[in-house]
């Protein structure tokens, strides 16, 4: 299946990422947190709450698919016989909260090879840098997310420039473009650039199976249109247009399965405690609707105000 898969990847998609294996991770002989078992978990430690720094338990989504991230953030472990994916690093205070996540489910941190982004906001990479220094994995950011990880402070370009606070820089080992592949063993991700939130955003999907079963799964990005209170996206028409492009992309995405960086924008907590199907068709359709309208109840608001 797998197999399959590279190759059509590799064909749409000729520049890929492949990063070089050390020697092959411990294996989890069993499945550890189910997500019959471990979403329930999840919904009672939160109760609701999208506090970005209360801990909550790993649960595992799908296949090779994990969510260790807290109660208000998310980050996701892809796992492979050879090593590990992980996007996405919570705040400063969150990366020993996703290391312990990693750990309680038997994998070890030096078998995670590579750290991605979602959005370059420090509640998303605040724990990049401590992550690289727990794991020695290879940081990879789009072009106009690497400068903000390697000095920890947003770009003037960010529609919520001066208003979040700086996070420790990380190393960032190399810049990824769109369409690009990440490979660590049979995991293959493809990014997806997608700036609107942030300038430097990126939406990764990939392919989980779960013994003959197989589902497409897209962490896609915030894309919500906030920004500090003197920013107009009305004024940045170049920028407006990319927006507008990075949601018709997720519209545009094979999505069996929706996670998002904050994981109420998707209905997470409600889908891992089984009051909402994990999986649906539709989701990336649904989200990039909502999106859209978000975006045009915004310029709505600004053209009210000018």
């Known amino acids: 299946m797998f197999a399959s898969l590279a190759l059509l990847v590799a064909a749409q998609f000729p520049t890929n990422i492949v990063v070089p294996l050390g020697k092959a ?19 009672e430690a939160c109760r609701g709450s999208d506090d970005w720094e209360k801990p909550a338990p790993p649960v595992r989504i799908f296949g090779n698919t994990y969510f260790v991230g807290t109660c208000g953030i998310s980050s996701i472990l892809i796992t492979s016989p050879q090593g590990h994916i992980l996007i996405d690093g919570g705040t400063e205070a969150d990366a020993d909260l996703i290391a312990r996540n990693i750990q309680d489910l038997g994998f070890r941190l030096r078998d995670v090879r590579v750290l991605l982004q979602s959005h370059e906001h420090f509640d998303h990479v ?39 606070k700086p996070f420790p820089p990380s190393h960032v080992d190399r810049v990824i473009r769109d369409g690009e592949m990440v490979r660590v063993g049979d ?19 990939w392919g989980s199976c779960d013994g003959g079963i197989c ?3 897209v962490y896609a990005d915030s ?16 920028y407006l247009q990319a927006y507008r492009a990075s949601i018709a992309k997720v519209t545009g995405l094979d999505c069996d399965i929706l996670i998002t960086p904050h994981p109420s924008a998707s209905s997470m907590p409600d889908r891992f405690a089984g009051r909402a199907p994990l999986e649906n068709r539709n989701a990336c359709r649904d989200y990039a609707a ?5 975006l045009d109840d915004r310029l709505a608001k600004e053209a009210a105000a000018h």
């Open 25 to 43: 991770p411990r294996q989890v002989e069993q499945p550890i947190a189910p997500i019959e078992i471990a979403g329930p978990a999840y919904d």
């Open 223 to 238: 894309l919500s249109p906030v920004s500090r209170d003197d920013y107009r996206f009305s004024d940045h028409a170049a």
């Open 126 to 164: 605040g724990g990049i840098a401590r992550l690289q220094q727990l794991t020695g994995a290879e940081v990879l950011a789009s072009a106009a997310a690497a400068p903000v990880l390697r000095t920890g402070v947003a770009g003037r370009d960010d529609p919520q420039f001066g208003i979040n």
């Open 215 to 217: 589902r497409q799964i």
């Open 290 to 294: 909502g999106l859209t309208k978000k």
């Open 187 to 205: 995991s293959i991700l493809i990014a997806v650039t997608t700036p609107g939130h942030t300038p430097g955003a990126l939406t990764w999907h």
